[in-house]
């Protein structure tokens, strides 16, 4: 699996002697790895009088300078320009955490202008297996999926025989397998989407089976939890609700469609939620990247935001493939409610954030697809074992 790691520095500078600098950090267990194919440094800017008067390099965080181009070599002109070198195996600094420095000299003195000066780190790393979008801000940015790069490393763990498998369909490595009975994957709680009021999911599944509600993912515990992502027959749907058995109308929302008609196919979902829509826009799906028209129930008073996954003690634990029944108290019972026949790979979530259709696009793509939405970060194992592994 292939993924781009970029950094930047897009504040814009103007003068006849510049210095941007792209501030990389959590970096260096990549470079460690040895993923990392090559490292791109780019500059975009704006001569004033000629191009050719001009020199551009950058210095990385060991002191090693790197020419972009000298005086003398660039055409003339005065059009803006992206200029970029690729750094290969040999040539890479010893650290790439730190400030990577880029400079920017007119000797007619210019008052050139920089509009962007980015760091671009290809890795690829055929450990990089399904994996769940963690609610995890790393420097202002969100990165569901990919290289944990905060080593917090948190993943699903699996229960009840559920495996990982092989299954390179569209660009996939590996993808969760359930048996339809009591196989899930499942992590402790997440309250990272208490009370949002946009979010969004994405996954992939692969029904083995219509004939039964199967959960996809979830952080629900049956008794407690905020959102259900799960097929019933041919409906993809979302639940928005935290649920209590003693509650008759807990304040909720339902959302379906109906597009899913043929089991031993894989499928792209992505489900968008706005509370500042109304009640028919609130929540949009998209199947393959095709939007798809919705019905919407609301339970008592509907709801303008995520639930609370728990309103008192422990929420529920995230889950893929089934949902992991909890006592009010939040502990759990044994029991897995609404498993998965199929597979399952590639969900995420983004609390905070709309998926416009440009990420859709991009998400439905392919399985595991490289790039991604604004601000993307890619998850790497510390220990190099694919998930589901101690």
Same mark, same amino acid.
């Given at each position: 699996m292939s993924q781009d790691l970029e950094y930047n520095n897009d504040s814009g500078s103007t003068g006849s002697a510049i210095q941007v600098d792209v501030a990389v950090e959590g970096i260096d267990d990549v470079l460690g790895a040895s993923l990392v194919d090559a490292i791109v440094l780019? *500059? %975009?800017?704006?001569?004033?009088?000629?191009? %050719?008067?001009?020199?551009?390099?950058?210095?990385?965080?060991?002191?090693?300078?790197?020419?972009?181009?000298?005086?003398?070599q660039l055409p003339s002109g005065t059009s803006p320009r992206v200029d970029s070198i690729t750094l290969t195996s040999g040539s890479y600094p010893t650290s790439g955490n730190g400030a990577w420095e880029f400079y920017l000299?007119?000797?007619?003195?210019? %008052?050139?202008?920089? %509009?962007?000066?980015?760091?671009?780190f290809e890795v690829t790393d055929t450990l990089m297996p399904a994996t769940y979008g963690e609610s995890i801000w790393y420097n202002?940015?969100?990165?569901?999926?990919?290289?944990? *790069?905060?080593?917090?490393?948190?993943?699903?763990?699996?229960?009840n025989g559920a495996a990982m498998v092989n299954d390179t369909a569209f660009g996939g490595v590996?993808?969760?397998?359930?048996?339809?009975?009591?196989?899930?994957?499942s992590d402790s709680a997440n309250a990272t989407l208490n009370g949002v009021a946009t979010c969004s999911w994405s996954m992939w599944v692969k029904p083995a089976s219509l004939a039964n509600k199967g959960m996809i993912f979830c952080n629900h515990g049956y008794r407690k939890g905020n959102f259900q992502c799960y097929l019933s027959g041919s409906t993809v749907n979302l639940l928005l609700a935290y649920f209590d058995p003693a509650y008759t109308t807990p304040d909720g929302?339902?959302?379906?469609?109906?597009?899913?008609?043929t089991a031993n196919q894989w499928y792209h979902i992505a489900m968008t939620f706005d509370?500042?829509?109304?009640?028919?826009?609130?929540?949009?799906?998209?199947?393959?990247?095709?939007?798809?028209?919705?019905?919407?129930?609301e339970y008592g008073s509907g709801t303008t935001t995520v639930p609370y996954n728990n309103i008192a003690g422990t929420g529920p634990p995230v889950a893929i493939g089934? *949902?992991?029944?909890?006592?009010l108290g939040g502990n759990p019972s044994g029991t897995i409610r609404y498993p998965l026949d199929g597979r399952v790979d590639d969900c995420r979530v983004f609390p905070s954030y709309k998926l416009t259709t440009d990420d859709i696009t991009?998400?439905?793509?392919g399985r595991g697809v490289a790039g991604g939405p604004p601000d993307f970060r890619a998850f790497y194992l510390q220990n190099q074992s694919p998930l589901g592994t101690v």
């Open positions: 780019s *500059l %975009s800017w704006t001569p004033q009088f000629d191009a %050719s008067f001009c020199e551009g390099y950058v210095i990385d965080p060991d002191g090693t300078q790197h020419t972009l181009f000298n005086y003398g000299n007119d000797s007619y003195g210019g %008052s050139n202008s920089v %509009s962007d000066a980015l760091v671009k202002g940015k969100q990165y569901p999926a990919g290289i944990d *790069l905060t080593n917090n490393q948190r993943h699903v763990y699996p229960d590996k993808a969760f397998e359930f048996d339809g009975t009591d196989d899930v994957y929302m339902r959302v379906y469609a109906n597009s899913i008609n509370g500042n829509e109304p009640v028919a826009d609130r929540v949009r799906i998209w199947i393959d990247d095709q939007e798809e028209t919705t019905t919407t129930t089934g *949902l992991v029944d909890t006592s991009w998400l439905s793509s």
